[in-house]
Nanobody, 123 residues
Framework: QLQLVESGGGLVQPGGSLRLSCATSGRGLHDYGVGWFRQAPGKEREPLACISSSGASTNYADSVKGRFTISRDNAKNTVYLQMNSLKPEDTAVYYC????????????????WGQGTQVTVSS
């Protein structure tokens, strides 16, 4: 069983930055593709970015391309989501998810999910 824990959320002003972390304990994350998703109240879960198990391949949704960067440190069993130029519409609960092998934008492909971390962008 892989347990994922997100951290780094909070309240930030428009234009600000946050870095989210997705960490595991026990089993290593190096065999897993990891995706970041978010869900705002009343909306469906939205894929944001994913990264391959080695970190060599990354993909981004158009809504965050150029503003968000996904990265990983397999030695620390952690995947990051650096979020810059944040907008009020980025307000949501952010989740990381993991699956063996390649990453995906399809939430149903993932076997493991974190509990989520709230990001609020407001002045």
């Amino acid at each position: 069983q892989l347990q994922l824990v997100e951290s780094g959320g909070g309240l930030v002003q428009p234009g600000g930055s946050l870095r989210l972390s997705c960490a595991t304990s026990g089993r290593g994350l190096h065999d897993y593709g990891v995706g970041w998703f978010r869900q705002a109240p009343g909306k469906e879960r939205e894929p944001l970015a994913c990264i391959s198990s080695s970190g060599a391949s990354t993909n981004y949704a158009d809504s965050v391309k150029g503003r968000f960067t996904i990265s990983r440190d397999n030695a620390k069993n952690t995947v990051y989501l650096q979020m810059n130029s944040l907008k009020p519409e980025d307000t949501a609960v952010y989740y990381c998810a993991a699956r063996k092998g390649f990453c995906s934008y399809y939430a149903s492909y993932y076997d493991y999910w974190g509990q989520g971390t709230q990001v609020t962008v407001s002045s």
